[in-house]
């Protein structure tokens, strides 16, 4: 998800601002450049790099140990059964936290319109 932006902003600025709307949510970087928002450590938002005009949200595992987990259950079950469990309960809350901060993000550092929800991510 990109959510465009009229002031600049930083990373540091932003985890600063989701701690203190968000008490409730695990904050902290990953790389420099890479700031995930943890609900829960199966529901996450991840925050890449540092653009001019937009920032780029995307939905993920925040824990590394889930993500392999999932990926062990892959191997251990096949693709059908571990997808549709992600599909129909991880992806559903991980997109609905990224909606969550972005439309955040989007009254702090845009103009408060509509949040653009392409899938296009190519800078």
């Known amino acids: 998800m990109k959510v465009k932006t009229v002031k600049p902003y930083t990373l540091e600025e932003i985890k600063g601002k989701v701690e203190q709307n968000f008490p409730e949510y695990k904050v902290y970087f ?3 450049k890479m700031l995930v928002v943890e609900q829960t450590p199966s529901i996450g938002a991840i925050f890449m790099g540092e ?5 780029r949200i995307l939905e993920g595992w925040p824990s590394m140990g ?5 990926s062990v259950s892959i191997l251990l079950f096949g693709i059908l059964i571990p997808f549709i469990y992600w599909h129909f309960t ?3 809350k991980q997109k609905a936290l ?3 901060i972005g439309a955040f993000i989007d009254q702090e550092y845009g103009n408060g319109s509509k949040v653009n929800d392409n899938k296009e991510l190519i800078d």
Do not use: S
């Not at 653009?51 to 920032?55: A, D, E, M, P």
């Not at 889930?66 to 999932?70: A, D, H, N």
């Open 98 to 100: 990224t909606k969550k």
């Open 30 to 32: 990953k790389t420099p």
């Open 51 to 55: 653009k001019k005009n937009y920032v």
């Open 90 to 92: 991880v992806l559903v």
């Open 66 to 70: 889930k993500q392999m987990l999932f």
